[in-house]
């Protein structure tokens, strides 16, 4: 393995894709060891990751959604002395040759979150029209809420640093934890940074993004941490005014 490695991990969370996983956890070996997070699938996806070679396998004996497959696999990465954690889907709408792409991002900045870009333009498939749209309406409210020009702030192909896992706990479900690891660290002072990679969506993929639903769950979630950031600002508007026209004292 590549020195410049040393200490990575990836984490894949999956949910039924036996007949992709196997692919993922092969091409990713070459790079750094595999975890899987299998989330309670019914298709032998456990199976097909460990013939691929994956270091490990965890199961949830019930499904709990990516957000807790993720918790599950930063804790387990984070045990084995991962110094850097990156995260791939396991359906294949994730290139794993695209991953050094990421690394020479994280490289030039390793106190970054490094999250993947697939809309700069890279070759790859057409994204549906409402996942676009969500894409674009989340980018523009989180560019308020982290300071960061940071664009396709919904993909989860990403590099996490260790530091940003160990300090800051992570406590949405499904797909807004994704959300909340973005606005978490840029409240911590960890960088927002992006990498291009390909757009990918493998014939007869099923999406266990539901267009409506989850970006709904994203939407309340951003539409909160703006009314809490807004509450702050106010807040500290007003602890400076009291501070620079302190009340007058009556002369006596």
Request: hydrophobic share 45%; with cysteine.
């Amino acid at each position: 393995m590549n020195g410049d490695l040393r200490g990575l991990f990836a984490v894949v969370p999956v949910f039924n894709e036996a007949a992709t996983v196997g692919q993922v956890v092969g091409r990713l070996r070459g790079f750094c060891p595999v975890i899987v997070v299998d989330d309670a699938s019914a298709d032998g996806s456990r199976d097909h990751a460990t013939t691929a070679g994956a270091a490990c396998v965890i199961r949830h004996p019930r499904r709990l959604g990516k957000g807790a497959a993720l918790r599950t696999g930063f804790a387990e990465a984070l045990r084995r002395g991962a110094t850097s954690v990156a995260t791939l889907d396991g359906d294949g709408q994730h290139d794993p040759a695209d991953l050094p792409r990421l690394l020479a991002a994280f490289h030039t900045a390793p106190d970054a979150l490094v999250v993947g870009d697939r809309l700069g333009g890279r070759v790859g498939d057409r994204m549906p029209v409402l996942r676009l749209a969500a894409i674009r309406v989340a980018d523009w409210l989180l560019r308020g809420l982290t300071r960061s020009t940071l664009r396709d702030t919904q993909c989860g192909f990403r590099i996490y640093p260790a530091a940003l896992l160990r300090e800051v706990a992570l406590r949405e479900e499904r797909f807004v934890l994704e959300t909340e690891a973005l606005v978490r660290a840029a409240r911590a002072g960890f960088r927002l940074v992006s990498a291009p990679v390909r757009r990918l969506y493998p014939p007869g993929r099923v999406s266990h993004f539901r267009a409506l639903a989850d970006s709904a769950r994203i939407g309340w979630y951003l539409a909160r941490e703006v009314v809490r950031a807004a509450g702050y600002r106010l807040r500290g508007d007003a602890l400076a005014g009291r501070l620079a026209f302190p009340a007058r004292v009556s002369d006596r």
